[in-house]
């Protein structure tokens, strides 16, 4: 029998985000109507590294400019489709985030202030964009090994594919 996952009305997805395949991009990146800075910028960060590990450029769409045509999507931030998908971002600790795969969607979703800027080291409602490195890291193997681009690794890839999964993830160390 077909083994299949129900959480909050909706399936988890037993099947792969296809992100880049064979060097074509696949997937398409979904911010909130209004997202926050930082959600914004974690979109930007995503965006801005799978183009430098793969060659390929992903497009930005707000939920409401979002057409359907792509069959997988990257929800970054607290968007109304998380929402739907049963993550409360409210009930998140600081710097938490939630991955979750839903049916062809990966959710990256975490704690977020309005007002804050993504750069301040006192940023401390910055989940999304911890999640977005959480993914980088482990999906991509982005390396960070000293501040700059001159120390930042990333490998060539010609396809991305992410995993299914459904976890809460917050940085190793406490602030």
Same mark, same amino acid.
């Given at each position: ?6 959480? !909050?009305? @909706? ?10 395949? *064979?060097?074509?991009? $696949? ?5 909130? $109507? ?5 959600? *914004? ?13 793969? +060659? ?5 769409? @707000? ?8 069959? !997988? ?21 600081? =710097? ?15 704690? &977020?202030?309005? $007002?804050?800027?993504?750069?301040? =080291? =006192? @940023? ?6 911890? +999640?977005?490195? &959480? ?7 982005? *390396?960070?090994? !000293?501040? +700059? ?8 890839? @010609?396809?991305? *594919? ?7 993830? $917050?940085?190793?160390? &406490?602030?």
């Amino acid at each position: 029998p077909p083994l299949a996952l129900m959480a !909050w009305g @909706s399936t988890v997805s037993l099947a792969d985000v296809v992100v880049v395949d *064979r060097s074509l991009g $696949q997937a398409v990146v979904v911010i909130a $109507q209004n997202p926050t800075p930082i959600a *914004r910028y974690a979109a930007d960060e995503f965006v801005s590294h799978i183009e430098k590990a793969t +060659g390929v450029r992903l497009n930005v769409v @707000s939920e409401a400019q979002d057409t359907g045509s792509s069959k !997988w999507r990257i929800y970054i931030g607290d968007t109304l489709a998380a929402r739907e998908a049963g993550i409360d971002v409210d009930a998140l600790d600081l =710097e938490a985030a939630v991955l979750r795969t839903v049916n062809n969607d990966l959710f990256i979703v975490g704690r &977020e202030d309005e $007002q804050e800027d993504p750069l301040n =080291e =006192e @940023s401390r409602h910055s989940g999304t964009l911890f +999640g977005v490195y &959480e993914i980088l890291d482990r999906f991509v193997g982005v *390396r960070w090994l !000293w501040p +700059g681009e001159l120390g930042t690794y990333i490998p060539d890839l @010609s396809d991305l *594919r992410i995993r299914p999964m459904n976890e809460t993830v $917050q940085p190793a160390m &406490e602030l």
